[in-house]
C-alpha cells in the first residue's frame, strides 16, 4: 500500500492539472463548428512565451490572449486565412507554428538541408583521404614492427 500512495498522488495531480488546463467553458464559442476552427487554429499558432508550444497547449497568460482574440475573429466571421493574416501582421510570421515560405523565412526553411548537404559533402572529402591513407603500402619498418607484433 506504501508504494501505491505516492503513485495514485500523482494521477491525481495529473488530473487535476490536466483538469485545469482545459480552460473556462465560458469562453468558448456556442457554435461547435466555430468552436472547432478556432481549436484547429489554435494548434497552428506559437505560444509566444513558450516558443515551442502552440497557444493550445500553453497556459502562459499571452496564449490565453491570443486563444481569445481567435475566438473573436472566428465569431466575427473572418476565414482561416484572414484570422493567421491578422497574427501575422500584428505578431510577425513567427507566431506561426509553420510560416510560410517566402524570401524571409528562406533561411530558416533551407537550413536543414543545407546542414545535411555540408555533414554530407564533408564525410565524402573526408573519406576520399581516408582511402588513398588506408591503401598507402606499408614502410619497411612497418612490416618489420608487424611481423613483431604477430610472431
Request: aromatic share 6%.
Amino acid at each position: 500500500m506504501r508504494r501505491l500512495a505516492p503513485s495514485l498522488a500523482m494521477i491525481g495531480c495529473a488530473l487535476w492539472l490536466t483538469a485545469g488546463a482545459a480552460g473556462d467553458p465560458a469562453d468558448r464559442l456556442p457554435d461547435p463548428a466555430k468552436e472547432a476552427r478556432a481549436r484547429d487554429l489554435f494548434r497552428e499558432v506559437r505560444c509566444l512565451v513558450c516558443q515551442n508550444e502552440s497557444i493550445d497547449d500553453s497556459e502562459a497568460e499571452l496564449a490565453s490572449d491570443l486563444r481569445r482574440i481567435v475566438r473573436q475573429q472566428v465569431a466575427a466571421g473572418r476565414t482561416d486565412a484572414e484570422v493567421r493574416g491578422f497574427l501575422v501582421e500584428r505578431y510577425g510570421k513567427f507566431v506561426l507554428l509553420k510560416p510560410p515560405f517566402d524570401a524571409g523565412t528562406a533561411l530558416l526553411w533551407l537550413t536543414p538541408f543545407g546542414v545535411v548537404a555540408g555533414a554530407g559533402a564533408l564525410l565524402w572529402l573526408r573519406r576520399g583521404r581516408g582511402g588513398a591513407e588506408a591503401t598507402a603500402p606499408l614502410t619497411p619498418e612497418e612490416e618489420a614492427r608487424l611481423r613483431q607484433l604477430q610472431g
